[in-house]
């Protein structure tokens, strides 16, 4: 069954709406200067009020290996946005054992692969056909809403990663989070 995730949590009427749904996956933008990113102190907040049998990833876009210790304790996967190569895979994974995601390249040290829109959180689409491509489990994101999920779900993906496509005026809808998931649980 393919998994869901919504990405780019920050207030505490987003985490009451994914605790009701149950998406598999919540992520909690920690790049600096992201129209989504929320602070060290917001996410433990948030993380603490999240039912956790959803699991939270901490994004994050070429930060100092430090910054990423700060978010250990309340994130449960890591995801690279930048360009973290195969040897800051590898000393992230000397300080912790949590699954890493990594962003757009082919890394034998991550454990998963996030194929994203080269402008992530922008909503476009690209060309999703290139997840052919790869042997590791892989999070589609790119564009991704209502109008476009059966296509996205045909390919068959570990997991639909969501964040505008959810979203009326910035931020998180209800409605739009429940109908997704209702859909992409039913497709399979």
Request: with cysteine; charged share 30%.
């Amino acid at each position: 069954m393919t998994k869901i995730k919504i990405c780019g949590l920050r207030r505490k009427e987003d985490i009451l709406i994914v605790n009701k749904y149950k998406p598999d996956y919540i992520g909690f933008i920690l790049a600096f200067d992201k129209k989504r990113t929320i602070d060290i102190n917001t996410l433990k907040n948030l993380y603490n009020m999240l039912d956790h049998s959803i699991k939270a990833v901490g994004v994050f876009l070429n930060q100092e290996i430090d910054y990423i210790k700060e978010a250990l304790p309340y994130i449960d996967l890591i995801q690279l946005h930048g360009n973290e190569d195969e040897e800051y895979i590898k000393n992230l994974k000397a300080i912790t054992n949590k699954p890493i995601i990594n962003a757009y390249r082919l890394d034998k040290n991550a454990d998963y692969l996030l194929l994203d829109n080269i402008n992530p959180g922008s909503g476009e689409i690209f060309d999703w056909t290139t997840i052919k491509e790869y042997s590791k489990p892989i999070f589609l994101a790119g564009g991704i809403s209502i109008l476009n999920i059966e296509e996205a779900l045909k390919l068959m993906p570990y997991c639909i990663d969501l964040s505008s496509g959810v979203e009326v005026n910035g931020f998180k809808d209800e409605e739009k989070i429940e109908e997704i998931i209702r859909k992409v649980r039913e497709y399979e």
